[in-house]
Protein backbone atom coordinates (compact mmCIF):
# COMPACT_ATOMS: atom_id res chain seq x y z
CA UNK A 1 0.00 0.00 0.00
CA UNK A 2 1.46 3.19 -0.79
CA UNK A 3 0.25 6.20 1.41
CA UNK A 4 0.39 9.96 0.46
CA UNK A 5 -0.71 12.41 2.65
CA UNK A 6 -1.42 16.29 2.32
CA UNK A 7 -3.62 18.91 4.05
CA UNK A 8 -1.62 20.13 6.25
CA UNK A 9 -0.49 24.45 6.74
CA UNK A 10 -0.55 26.58 9.28
CA UNK A 11 -3.74 27.85 10.68
CA UNK A 12 -4.45 29.91 13.87
CA UNK A 13 -5.54 28.22 17.67
CA UNK A 14 -8.77 27.37 16.92
CA UNK A 15 -9.15 27.18 13.59
CA UNK A 16 -9.94 23.74 11.43
CA UNK A 17 -8.05 21.64 9.09
CA UNK A 18 -9.42 18.44 6.92
CA UNK A 19 -5.49 16.02 6.37
CA UNK A 20 -6.56 13.46 3.46
CA UNK A 21 -4.44 10.23 2.99
CA UNK A 22 -4.49 8.93 -0.72
CA UNK A 23 -3.91 5.29 -0.98
CA UNK A 24 -2.87 2.99 -3.62
CA UNK A 25 -2.25 -0.49 -4.08
CA UNK A 26 -4.90 -2.18 -1.99
CA UNK A 27 -8.25 -1.07 -1.22
CA UNK A 28 -8.36 0.98 2.07
CA UNK A 29 -12.03 -1.22 3.00
CA UNK A 30 -9.49 -3.83 3.58
CA UNK A 31 -6.89 -2.01 5.84
CA UNK A 32 -7.11 -0.83 9.45
CA UNK A 33 -5.94 2.76 8.75
CA UNK A 34 -4.57 5.24 11.37
CA UNK A 35 -3.17 9.29 12.04
CA UNK A 36 -0.34 9.50 14.46
CA UNK A 37 1.90 12.78 14.79
CA UNK A 38 4.94 13.76 15.97
CA UNK A 39 6.17 17.16 16.93
CA UNK A 40 9.86 18.09 17.84
CA UNK A 41 11.76 16.58 20.17
CA UNK A 42 9.07 14.19 20.87
CA UNK A 43 8.25 10.35 20.29
CA UNK A 44 5.47 9.38 17.40
CA UNK A 45 2.05 9.45 18.82
CA UNK A 46 -1.25 8.32 17.80
CA UNK A 47 -3.69 10.26 17.52
CA UNK A 48 -7.11 8.05 15.48
CA UNK A 49 -7.45 5.34 14.01
CA UNK A 50 -10.19 3.37 11.56
CA UNK A 51 -11.12 0.29 11.33
CA UNK A 52 -13.33 -2.61 11.03
CA UNK A 53 -14.52 -2.76 14.83
CA UNK A 54 -15.11 0.98 14.56
CA UNK A 55 -12.92 4.31 14.81
CA UNK A 56 -10.81 5.28 17.97
CA UNK A 57 -8.95 8.45 19.65
CA UNK A 58 -6.54 9.32 22.02
CA UNK A 59 -7.83 11.38 24.78
CA UNK A 60 -5.95 14.46 23.76
CA UNK A 61 -7.79 14.94 20.31
CA UNK A 62 -11.50 13.07 21.30
CA UNK A 63 -14.44 15.71 20.71
CA UNK A 64 -11.98 17.74 18.45
CA UNK A 65 -10.47 15.65 15.64
CA UNK A 66 -12.61 13.33 13.97
CA UNK A 67 -11.40 10.44 11.45
CA UNK A 68 -13.62 8.79 8.38
CA UNK A 69 -12.91 6.83 5.35
CA UNK A 70 -14.00 7.65 1.94
CA UNK A 71 -14.20 3.51 0.11
CA UNK A 72 -14.97 4.87 -3.37
CA UNK A 73 -11.99 7.40 -3.33
CA UNK A 74 -9.84 5.24 -1.05
CA UNK A 75 -8.89 7.82 0.64
CA UNK A 76 -8.79 8.79 4.78
CA UNK A 77 -9.77 12.14 5.76
CA UNK A 78 -8.60 13.76 9.81
CA UNK A 79 -10.78 16.91 10.51
CA UNK A 80 -9.13 18.99 12.77
CA UNK A 81 -11.25 21.57 15.25
CA UNK A 82 -10.72 23.44 18.05
CA UNK A 83 -6.78 23.34 16.84
CA UNK A 84 -4.54 24.17 20.12
CA UNK A 85 -0.78 25.06 19.63
CA UNK A 86 0.38 21.91 20.97
CA UNK A 87 -1.37 20.09 18.22
CA UNK A 88 1.86 21.57 16.15
CA UNK A 89 3.68 18.33 14.62
CA UNK A 90 4.14 16.18 11.26
CA UNK A 91 1.34 14.11 11.23
CA UNK A 92 1.55 10.75 9.12
CA UNK A 93 -0.88 8.17 7.70
CA UNK A 94 -0.68 4.60 8.21
CA UNK A 95 -2.57 1.69 7.15
CA UNK A 96 -1.95 -2.34 8.72
CA UNK A 97 -2.40 -5.56 6.71
CA UNK A 98 -5.46 -6.36 9.07
CA UNK A 99 -8.67 -4.81 9.61
CA UNK A 100 -7.96 -4.35 13.32
CA UNK A 101 -6.48 -1.07 14.57
CA UNK A 102 -3.82 -0.32 16.83
CA UNK A 103 -2.24 2.70 18.59
CA UNK A 104 1.05 1.42 18.68
CA UNK A 105 3.28 2.92 15.55
CA UNK A 106 5.34 -0.44 15.23
CA UNK A 107 2.08 -2.51 14.17
CA UNK A 108 1.08 -0.51 11.39
CA UNK A 109 2.86 -1.58 8.07
CA UNK A 110 3.16 1.47 5.69
CA UNK A 111 2.97 4.97 6.29
CA UNK A 112 3.14 8.37 4.09
CA UNK A 113 5.58 10.58 4.06
CA UNK A 114 3.76 13.40 7.10
CA UNK A 115 2.40 16.82 6.48
CA UNK A 116 3.71 19.39 8.73
CA UNK A 117 0.40 21.18 10.73
CA UNK A 118 1.84 24.52 12.92
CA UNK A 119 -0.72 25.96 15.30
CA UNK A 120 -0.05 29.67 16.37
CA UNK A 121 -1.23 31.13 19.52
Known amino acids: VQLQAYGGGLVQAGGSLRLSCAASGRRISTVAMGWFRQAPGKDREFAAAIGRLGKYYADSVKGRFTISRDDDKNTMYLQMNGLEPEDTAVYFC?????????????????WGQGTLVTVSS
Open 94 to 110: AARRTTITSRVPNEYDF
